[in-house]
């Protein structure tokens, strides 16, 4: 029998939801860059128990008229100052003793960003303080909060397989960049070297030329391009 919508409203004032155990909700946000040929991301020394003194990735707990989307926003822009960024939801993580306090499930997400943006919002000074190799936040001696080092390891696979196939590895990138700058990040992002031909020949049309190059450098002026957002990735 189908019920009314008086009848669901009845029932929803009735209902008593304190008969079940509330888990916490958070979001970790890993802010990634490339700064001095590697890839570094946003961590921040923790200040209080549980795991004072170790690094871990910035988070914030979900408010209760907030969704995972608005937590994460606030949380980079908290860490970062920065607004309008890539990010993509990443796993969710629930192990029931992944954190020592209570039971708290957390949503991560990943964020790409050039290294220009990160300094360009770094008011405070503390960017710089804050971005650590990935590979050596991952070392067995690095000592890392909770399960954050299993996060970044697998954000780290998740840019290298995606990089295969799309474009986010202009997300590193600046406005203007040469070619040898594009090839070098996915290098990076990939842990191999690329043949000049083969890679020049896969990003071709999602690249746009300018009529700038380069000026200042001890070598011969590069062309500069631009990231052309009708290409196909490819």
């Known amino acids: 029998m189908k019920k009314t919508n008086l009848e669901e409203k009845e029932f929803l004032q009735k209902y008593d939801s304190s008969m079940f155990e509330k888990p916490s909700v958070a979001v970790d946000v890993l802010i990634f860059t490339i700064e001095d040929d590697t890839l570094k991301v946003v961590m921040?020394?923790?200040?209080?128990?549980?795991?004072?003194?170790?690094?871990?990735?910035?988070?914030?707990?979900?408010?209760?008229?907030?969704?995972?989307?608005?937590?994460?926003?606030?949380?980079?822009?908290?860490?970062?100052?920065?607004?309008?960024?890539?990010?993509?939801?990443?796993?969710?993580?629930?192990?029931?003793?992944?954190?020592?306090?209570?039971?708290?499930?957390?949503?991560?997400?990943?964020?790409?960003?050039?290294?220009?943006?990160?300094y360009a919002k770094d008011a405070g000074g503390d960017i710089g303080r804050l971005l650590h190799p990935v590979e050596e936040v991952l070392q067995k001696d690095c000592e890392v909060a909770f399960d954050h080092k299993k996060i970044i390891e697998y954000a780290r696979e998740r840019i290298k397989n995606k990089v295969e196939y799309s474009d986010i590895a202009f997300n590193f990138m600046s406005e203007k960049f040469t070619l040898p700058k594009l090839q070098k990040v996915y290098e990076i992002l990939l842990d191999k070297e690329l043949y000049k031909?083969?890679?020049?020949?896969?990003?071709?049309?999602?690249?746009?030329?300018?009529?700038?190059?380069?000026?200042?450098?001890?070598?011969?002026?590069?062309?500069?391009?631009?990231?052309?957002?009708?290409g196909d990735c490819k």
């Open 44 to 118: 921040v020394e923790r200040e209080e128990f549980p795991y004072k003194g170790c690094l871990a990735l910035p988070g914030v707990f979900v408010g209760i008229e907030e969704s995972l989307e608005e937590a994460v926003k606030r949380g980079v822009k908290v860490e970062t100052g920065l607004t309008d960024i890539y990010f993509e939801q990443l796993y969710t993580w629930g192990d029931v003793r992944r954190d020592p306090r209570m039971r708290i499930i957390s949503v991560s997400y990943m964020a790409l960003v050039s290294k220009d943006q990160l």
């Open 197 to 230: 031909a083969n890679f020049r020949k896969k990003i071709s049309n999602m690249v746009a030329e300018t009529e700038e190059y380069t000026s200042g450098d001890a070598y011969r002026p590069s062309k500069l391009y631009v990231r052309n957002s009708e």
